[in-house]
């Protein structure tokens, strides 16, 4: 299995079917909408209620006006890190639904069969969208657990690569989840997959795990590591 080449067919999935590229563009897009109506909130609603307070407790118009810039700047900041750290995770989450209805989508697409009919997809979303989101739940968890174990790893300096390995599989399994359970498979089945094709995901989970790091590209890399270990996974089976 050439890793390499599936780079380049999975942007040819992304030719061969255009909602795929809106499915993606989907929980990005909720995402800017939920934070811009937080941050509107926060620098609206809070940040009055704030100046009010603060010219209604101290008289002095001067020391006033200092406290209420200060007051501003920390929101600012603590905004930023709230968007920084937290933007990815949301999206994340609100893209589960739609990560599985990518997934279906590229398998159609690299076992030459016609994609299903939009109204299929969403069907598709609907009813399978509790158990989408059940299952994310538990996927978090279990990477959770793992990721403590590779943290733990990491501090042992003759195990810290072992723990770096770790870290990039669990980014493989993440996107994989999604080929597992459409196909409802147990976890002894699912650890087989990883013990057959351990180097290749954990190559290209290490590859996903340094593009997830940058902001910006994080968010394209998201559905884009969905239809690539789709492709992956399929091939596999073929």
């Known amino acids: ?45 809070l940040l009055d209620s704030g100046k009010q307070w603060i010219e209604s407790s101290i008289s002095s118009s001067g020391w006033s006006s200092f406290l209420y810039y200060i007051v501003a700047g920390l929101l600012t900041i603590g905004f930023y890190f709230l968007l920084s750290w937290t933007f990815v995770l949301v999206v994340s989450g609100v893209a589960s639904p739609f990560n599985d209805i990518i997934s279906n989508r590229t398998e159609r697409v690299v076992l030459g069969e016609v994609p299903e009919d939009i109204g299929d997809s969403m069907s598709r979303l609907f009813s399978r969208l509790i158990k989408t989101l059940v299952n994310e739940a538990k996927k978090i968890g279990f990477i959770i657990l793992l990721t403590l174990i590779a943290f733990g790893v990491s501090f042992v300096p003759i195990l810290a690569p072992v723990g770096l390995f770790l870290s990039a599989l669990l980014m493989a399994i993440s996107f994989l989840d999604y080929s597992w359970s459409r196909k409802n498979l147990p976890f002894r089945k699912c650890l087989s997959d990883v013990r057959g094709n351990l180097l290749s995901y954990g190559i290209v989970g290490g590859v996903f795990l340094v593009l997830m790091s940058i902001p910006a590209i994080n968010l394209v890399m998201l559905p884009f590591g969905v239809i690539y270990f789709t492709v992956l996974y399929t091939k596999n089976r073929i």
Do not use: A, Q, T
């Open 1 to 45: 299995m050439n890793i390499v080449s599936n780079f380049g067919e999975s942007l040819s999935v992304l030719k061969k079917d255009k909602w795929i590229v809106i499915f993606s563009l989907i929980p990005v897009i909720l995402g800017i909408v939920f934070y811009f109506f937080l941050g509107s909130y926060l620098y609206g609603d």
